[in-house]
């Protein structure tokens, strides 16, 4: 049974489309009944699961609300299936895939109500538009429904073979589909568990990518171009190769550009990959070139706007641009999807704001509103990265440090130094995060010189000289800690004492 949650998602999700239940609402016997009411409270008020809905509904837990549940699913399938191809909420690629769904559908439907001309017609086309597109998916519909007709239903026994045969063809095809996704699901697994071992999770990548890598010039696939392509700059940015990760970044976004006429799904998630390129390079300019082209391809609503702005956030806070970086934090904040953001996405948001507003507290950038920062609210959310006992809660450690020495909290200071010296020494390996080290290291040489500025710069020079050897650009796969540069953060605590 469809859970209440699910049911939510679809709802927001059919309101953003101005889809109601799937009803035709001016048919004369059409009326109000319980599923328009429950429709309603689902989209107006916070309901979390069964109990309170069936009593909302009914005051009470009924027997009727496993029905009226039911109804209410059926009449949400209808919905999702009545929104347009051409809908200004879908990508263009979206679209042309959206359509295509939509027609091999029909042709199914069709098929079990005998119509076989019509299913026929709708067959032929899809498998041509999709052909085009690269879509092997709905080219397997759509041949095997051409198979049967032209073998079970005419048995016409040239066309049976011709379609029998490309339909091997793209079995074979959707085979090699199903192994890149594998890898490269495989890939991503094994990187959240060897995070400390790179050499190993980069020879594993790079075994997963020498078995696809002889298909790449033969497969035409959209699908299997993309995910063979995306693991092979797994397998550079795993060996910090970013000058490889630039040169087949834009390879793969030339390669759709020209394969697939308008697939800007498939360019900007490489256009995504050679920015984090650029960052890593330090070419700040190169970087916000490459936003503004994967801006041009994809709007407000694309999965990927977020992360692409965010991109453009952390090269501002990096190249100290704190005027453009709070424009472009208020624009995603502000979003209207903002709210809806993953976790993980959402507490980047959090995180780099909690610095800007750093910014904003010591004098760097003028306010734009009276808002105080509270430690205790950030802290509340960055659930996830605050159980990130190894890499992602260190910038919220540190962020709190930061506030507290400007806000002369000297006692609060001591306390949480302790508990950080604590910290370090179970969880944060020196060889996996250099800089991180150095900084927390030069943190702590404040509390323990009574805050006094000239004692602390001379007692932090081993610290600051680990930071000159390692620096931003060759730290590693954690670079994207450091929202503000260690060197220039530094300073800007030490205008503090």
Request: aromatic share 12%.
């Amino acid at each position: 049974m469809i859970r209440v949650k699910v049911i939510s998602e679809i709802i927001d999700f059919l309101r953003r489309h101005k889809r109601y239940q799937g009803k035709i609402l001016d048919q004369k016997e059409w009326k109000r009944d319980n599923s328009d009411l429950f429709f309603e409270k689902i989209l107006t008020e916070k309901i979390n699961d069964d109990q309170e809905a069936a009593s909302s509904i009914f005051g009470h837990k009924d027997h009727r609300y496993k029905d009226l549940k039911s109804r209410l699913s059926d009449n949400l399938v209808t919905s999702i299936l009545s929104i347009q191809p051409n809908s200004q909420y879908l990508s263009k690629p979206s679209k042309k895939y959206y359509a295509l769904i939509r027609e091999i559908a029909v042709a199914k439907i069709l098929m079990v109500k005998t119509l076989q001309r019509p299913a026929m017609y709708f067959a032929r086309k899809c498998y041509s538009r999709a052909e085009g597109l690269g879509f092997y998916d709905i080219m397997y519909d759509a041949t095997w429904i051409l198979k049967y007709y032209y073998g079970v239903m005419l048995k016409k026994e040239s066309e049976y073979y011709k379609y029998n045969q490309k339909l091997s063809n793209i079995m074979t095809v959707l085979e090699l589909e199903n192994k890149a996704f594998s890898y490269y699901a495989e890939c991503l697994i094994m990187k959240k568990k060897e995070r400390s071992n790179t050499r190993s999770f980069h020879e594993f990548a790079a075994s997963k990518f020498d078995e696809l890598a002889p298909h790449i010039s033969e497969c035409d696939s959209s699908r299997f171009q993309l995910i063979a392509r995306l693991i092979k700059l797994i397998c550079t940015s795993s060996n910090s190769d970013f000058e490889s990760m630039l040169k087949d970044s834009d390879e793969a976004v030339n390669y759709f550009s020209n394969r697939y006429k308008g697939n800007s799904a498939a360019s900007h998630i490489f256009l995504l990959q050679k920015t984090a390129a650029c960052i890593r390079l330090g070419r700040y300019k190169q970087g916000l070139s490459t936003v503004y082209q994967t801006l041009n391809l994809i709007d407000d609503k694309n999965v990927n706007w977020f992360p692409t702005k965010h991109n453009e956030f952390f090269i501002y806070m990096q190249s100290g641009r704190y005027q453009d970086a709070r424009r472009i934090y208020l624009q995603a904040t502000n979003h209207r999807r903002y709210k809806n953001l993953v976790p993980h996405m959402k507490e980047d948001w959090v995180t780099g704001g909690a610095y800007l507003n750093y910014i904003i507290e010591t004098g760097k950038l003028e306010p734009h509103n009276k808002f105080k920062f509270r430690i205790g609210k950030f802290l509340n959310e960055v659930p996830e990265y605050s159980k990130d006992r190894r890499v992602k809660n260190i910038p919220i450690l540190i962020a709190q440090i930061i506030f507290m020495i400007h806000r002369k909290q000297t006692g609060k200071v001591i306390d949480r130094m302790d508990a950080i010296k604590q910290y370090c020494g179970r969880n944060l390996r020196y060889n996996e995060a250099v800089r991180s080290n150095a900084f927390i290291m030069a943190l702590m040489e404040i509390p323990k010189r009574s805050f006094n500025k000239i004692a602390v710069e001379r007692h932090i020079g081993r610290f600051t000289k680990r930071l000159e050897e390692v620096p931003l650009h060759l730290s590693g796969k954690n670079f994207d800690l450091e929202i503000i540069p260690y060197e220039r953060l530094l300073e800007y605590v030490l205008e503090e004492l």
